[in-house]
C-alpha cells in the first residue's frame, strides 16, 4: 500500500495480514522449493547464488524499481536516465539497460545451478504477462523475487473488495462521488456523456481501459494498433475441508503454490497456447487466501482458486490430443472438460481434492470477457506485453486530446495491482502550472 494512503485507508476499514511462506512450487515428482521472506532461507532453498543476486541487485534496486515507477517519456524519464549515466557512467549505464531486456531462462540458468530454482522463479513471470524466453522476462523475476523476499504476499483482510470499499469511502470523505453500473458513451476534454447526461470535468478525464476501448468507442476515432496477450481461465474451489498436500507440510501452509516441472515446463506450456493449443502440463497457479485470512471461509472448511495463464483465446487444438475442441471458441463443455484435466492435476498434490470439493466455478477467457469488458479476449494484462507493447511502447498515459489520460494495464508500467499508471498520471496532474513552480523557484532563493 502507497504509504500517503495508509492511514486514510486503515481509517476506512482496510487491514491486510502477511505470511512468511509466500510461495513454492511442486513438482511433479513430489518434490518442493519455496521462496521466503529472509536471505538465509532463500539460499538454502535456491542455492548459494541467492546472495550474489542480492549482492548485485541492491546496490542498484532504485533503479531496478525506478524503471516501473517513473514516466519514462517525460522530464521525470529524462531525469532518471541521467541520475542512472551519472551513477553508473556509460558503460555501467549501458549494461544495466542490457540486463533490463534478459529473458528469464537466460538469467535462471545463467545464475542458478539448481533446476529447482528456476521451478521456483520462472512461473511468476506468467504474472506479469511475459513467458520465461521473452525479452525482459528475467528482469521482472529478479524484481519480483526480491520484492516477495522483501514484502511478502500481503492480502486485504476479508477479502480483495475491502480494498475497493476503503479507496471509495476515502473518495467520498473528500467529497468526491462513485457511481457504478453507468455505461460511459463518450469522453471529451471537458467531461463524459454517460446515459444521455453531460458530466463536466474541472482539470481532467481518467480512463482505465484498453486502446481499444478508449480511442475505438470513448474517443469515437480509430484504434491504434494493439495486440492482445494469451488467455486466462479460473478455477474456484470450496471445499468441505483443509486441503491435505502430499509432501512438505509448508505447502498447506503457503499462499500462492505453482505446479509445473520447471523452466522448461513454463517455457513449453506458453509455446503450446501461443500456438493455439491448449497446453498438455499447464502451469498451474494454486492460490490459498486462508493461509492468510482464516475469515474468508468458515471455519474447518476449505478453499482454493486456480489462475491458468497460458491459453488461447482461439483454440486450434489440444497439445495433449485429449480434447475435442470444436470450431475452438470457448464452450461451457470444453471449459468443464479442461478444468476435469487441472483438478486432476492438482489431486495428485492435494490428496483429499476430489473428495473434499462442495462446489467448483470455472471461468473460461470468454467468460472473463463478458464478465469485464476490459479482459479483451480473456487478456487479464491489458494487452500483450513483447518488447515492441512494453516499456517506452506500453500505450501512452497522455492521449492526443487535451484533458484526456489513460491508465491501467495497458499502460506503462505495464499490469499489477500497485495502482502505478494511476499514480504516475496523478503526479502530472498535481503538478504546479509553470509560472506557479517558477514562482516557488524564486521565493526559494536565499
Not at 295 to 302: L, V
Amino acid at each position: 500500500m502507497h504509504p500517503q494512503l495508509e492511514a486514510d485507508l486503515a481509517r476506512h476499514g482496510l487491514e491486510y495480514v502477511n505470511t512468511d511462506l509466500p510461495t513454492a512450487t511442486a513438482f511433479p515428482d513430489g518434490s518442493s522449493a519455496f521462496l521466503l521472506r529472509d536471505a538465509e532461507g532463500n539460499a538454502r532453498e535456491l542455492g548459494e547464488e541467492w546472495h550474489g543476486v542480492l549482492a548485485s541487485f541492491f546496490p542498484t534496486a532504485d533503479f531496478a524499481f525506478g524503471v516501473l515507477g517513473t514516466e519514462l517519456w517525460s522530464k521525470h524519464g529524462a531525469s532518471f536516465g541521467l541520475r542512472l549515466l551519472r551513477r553508473l557512467g556509460r558503460e555501467g549505464a549501458r549494461d544495466f539497460a542490457g540486463q533490463l531486456l534478459v529473458s528469464a531462462r537466460d538469467w535462471l540458468e545463467t545464475t542458478f545451478a539448481s533446476p529447482k530454482a528456476h521451478g521456483v522463479l520462472a512461473p511468476w513471470v506468467l504474472h506479469t504477462g511475459l513467458g520465461p524466453d521473452a525479452a525482459a522476462s528475467g528482469y521482472m523475476a529478479q524484481v519480483i523475487a526480491v520484492a516477495v523476499q522483501e514484502g511478502g504476499m500481503p492480502i486485504p483482510v476479508g477479502g480483495g473488495a475491502k480494498l475497493a470499499d476503503a479507496l471509495v469511502a476515502y473518495i467520498r470523505e473528500q467529497g468526491g462521488t462513485c457511481e457504478t453500473g453507468v455505461n460511459v458513451d463518450r469522453v471529451f476534454g471537458s467531461g463524459v456523456r454517460a446515459g444521455g447526461e453531460t458530466i463536466g470535468a474541472r482539470r481532467a478525464v481518467v480512463c482505465n481501459v484498453t486502446p481499444t476501448q478508449l480511442y475505438g468507442e470513448l474517443l469515437g476515432g480509430t484504434p491504434p494498433p494493439f495486440r492482445y496477450g494469451r488467455s486466462e481461465m479460473q478455477i474456484h474451489f470450496a471445499l468441505s475441508e483443509p486441503p491435505e498436500w502430499e509432501g512438505d507440510e509448508r505447502l498447506g501452509r503457503s499462499a500462492i503454490v505453482h505446479l509445473t516441472p520447471g523452466l522448461d515446463g513454463v517455457s513449453r506450456a506458453v509455446n503450446e497456447a501461443e500456438r493455439g493449443l491448449l497446453p498438455a502440463e499447464a502451469t498451474v497457479v494454486v492460490g490459498q487466501p486462508l493461509t492468510l485470512d482464516a475469515s474468508r471461509a468458515p471455519e474447518r472448511k476449505g478453499l482454493l482458486w486456480i489462475q491458468l495463464q497460458e491459453l488461447p483465446w482461439q483454440v486450434k487444438g489440444d497439445a495433449a490430443g485429449e480434447l475435442d475442441v470444436g470450431d475452438g471458441t470457448w464452450t461451457e463443455e470444453l471449459r468443464e472438460r479442461y478444468a476435469d484435466r487441472i483438478q486432476a492435476r492438482v489431486a495428485k498434490h492435494v490428496r483429499n481434492l476430489d473428495s473434499a470439493v462442495l462446489e467448483r466455478v470455472c471461468l473460461s477467457p470468454a467468460d472473463l470477457w463478458s464478465a469485464n469488458v476490459n479482459l479483451v479476449q480473456g487478456d487479464p494484462y491489458g494487452g500483450s506485453l513483447a518488447l515492441d507493447q512494453n516499456f517506452l511502447w506500453r500505450a501512452p498515459h497522455r492521449t492526443p486530446v487535451k484533458g484526456v489520460w489513460h491508465v491501467g494495464a495497458s499502460t506503462h508500467p505495464g499490469p499489477g495491482l500497485g495502482g502505478g499508471s494511476g499514480a504516475l498520471v496523478a503526479q502530472q496532474l498535481l503538478e504546479p502550472p509553470l509560472s506557479r513552480r517558477l514562482l516557488s523557484r524564486v521565493q526559494r532563493r536565499p
